[in-house]
């Protein structure tokens, strides 16, 4: 008889040092970073709190999985209002989560292939982590 085990590792992350962003970010993306994949994060973010955010430091992370995503250094909540009609509040972290997830879902879709392809691995790899956040309801709700 064979035994299902449920596998109940919990994804983590890892805050990346500062002296250590320039080459976990080309690493993983190349030029794609600085060149779309930041930019479109950014725009994001103030599309979806409608202005509210206006720039700032953001921290970036290493996820357990592979996966990496970025979020702002505010030790505060926003309103958000979503392209799917979804408003609520997130934390800074949470924000950031919700702004890489919409990034890197529509670049998964770029004419560059190479690009949609590892954005889309991007993006299943950070809702595989979104899994065990404390907001992990309104994240989901944010993005579905």
């Not at 994060?41 to 996820?63: A, K, N, P, S």
């Not at 030790?75 to 799917?84: E, H, R, T």
């Not at 924000?95 to 690009?115: K, P, Q």
């Amino acid at each position: 008889m064979t035994e299902c085990t449920e596998d109940t590792s919990v994804v983590t992350r890892r805050l990346i040092p500062e002296e250590q962003r320039l080459d976990a970010t080309a690493d993983r993306f190349g030029v794609w970073f600085p060149l779309t994949i930041e930019v479109a994060v950014y725009q994001i973010t103030e599309h979806i709190t409608q202005g509210e955010y206006t720039g700032g430091w953001w921290w970036l992370y290493d996820i357990s999985n592979r996966g990496f995503y970025m979020a702002p250094d505010l030790d505060k909540s926003f309103q958000v209002s979503c392209d799917n009609n979804w408003q609520g509040e997130l934390s800074a972290d949470a924000l950031g989560i919700t702004a890489c997830l919409y990034a890197f879902s529509r670049l998964s879709y770029a004419e560059n292939i190479e690009l949609g392809k590892l954005c889309a691995e991007h993006y299943y790899l950070l809702r595989e982590y979104m899994f065990d956040h404390p907001e992990v309801a309104a994240i989901v709700a944010a993005t579905d």
